[in-house]
């Protein structure tokens, strides 16, 4: 009886973890695919909406998974110091994170950041790109690179946060000399 006990508790556990082995699967996105579309609050409480980007130009979504950590902060203050070499290639760039409006709203005050932050605190938006944390709701550090069709174009999964910002200014550059 107690070895029975003890594999169901075993079955149990093992069960448990599917949905986080279905989700991360089904999150799986490669280059020319649609992105996902998604309606995201700012730091300043606006709404942003990939859908009116359509036509705009390029976007650079870079996932991270806390604003205010070491990583983050370095990755958010190197997009900081591109943003002017990245919008001469016709794009803009949205910083993507689990927290809350409040807490994206101090971050971006305390550096200065010119480029929007998304909060996507209930995770949807995270989960929809495959950059979810398995258990966690945090996301991964990747970055996206979408064309004004909404398509994507690059995807890194390999990011270093103080060098990203370099690397998708070099990416879009190669990516818009051959289209």
């Not at 029975?4 to 599917?18: D, I």
């Not at 806390?66 to 990583?71: I, R, S």
Request: charged share 25%; aromatic share 8%.
């Amino acid at each position: 009886m107690r070895k029975l006990k003890h594999l169901l508790k075993q079955l149990a556990q093992l069960l448990s973890w599917l949905p986080f082995v279905a989700s991360v699967q089904a999150g799986d996105l490669t280059i020319g695919q649609a992105a996902p579309p998604f309606l995201l609050k700012a730091q300043d409480g606006s709404e942003i909406s990939l859908a009116a980007r359509q036509g705009k130009g390029w976007t650079v979504l870079y996932f991270y998974p806390k604003a205010g950590t070491p990583g983050c902060t370095k990755q958010a203050c190197a997009f900081r110091d591109s943003i002017q070499a990245i919008r001469n290639q016709n794009a803009e760039v949205y910083g993507i994170s689990t927290d809350e409006v409040k807490n994206l709203q101090d971050f971006h005050q305390k550096h200065k950041l010119s480029f929007d932050l998304l909060s996507d605190p209930d995770a949807k938006v995270t989960d929809a790109y495959g950059v979810k944390m398995p258990v966690l709701k945090m996301a991964k550090r990747w970055t996206f690179i979408i064309d004004p069709a909404l398509v994507i174009r690059q995807i890194d999964d390999d990011v270093d946060p103080a060098m990203d910002a370099q690397r998708v200014v070099d990416n879009l550059k190669q990516l818009q000399a051959g289209l």
